[in-house]
Nanobody, 117 residues
Framework: VQLVESGGGLVQPGGSLRLSCAAS????????MSWVRQAPGKGLERAST????????TYADSVKGRFTISRDNAKNTLTLQMNSLKPEDTALYYC???????????WGQGTQVTVSS
């Protein structure tokens, strides 16, 4: 199993970024996936989750209305469109596979998002 994130970077407040996660080594379309973030000095926060078929999504209250999770099962790709970014969105963003009992069994290496003027 391999999960490789990309798309992070430095952006000004109010800006946008699009994160991608390329999945391989498993049947991507069979698993729910999440974007999980960790801000400096803080714990992990599940930003968003999407079910295996892509028809059901959930968001943390902190990102609701600003972030959109999506997936392309034909291309084994997970994305996170982030709009209206705030300094508090600064974090390392991980792509994670949802395993049994809704725990995460595989993680990517993370991509850094920094929101600053």
């Amino acid at each position: 199993v391999q999960l490789v994130e990309s798309g992070g970077g430095l952006v000004q407040p109010g800006g946008s970024l699009r994160l991608s996660c390329a999945a391989s080594g498993f049947t991507f379309s069979s698993y729910a996936m999440s974007w999980v973030r960790q801000a400096p000095g803080k714990g992990l926060e599940r930003a968003s989750t999407i079910n295996s078929g892509g028809g059901t999504t959930t968001y943390a209250d902190s990102v609701k209305g600003r972030f959109t999770i999506s997936r392309d099962n034909a291309k084994n790709t997970l994305t996170l469109q982030m709009n209206s970014l705030k300094p508090e969105d600064t974090a390392l963003y991980y792509c994670a596979r949802v395993g049994g009992s809704w725990s995460y069994d595989y993680w990517g290496q993370g991509t850094q998002v920094t929101v600053s003027s």
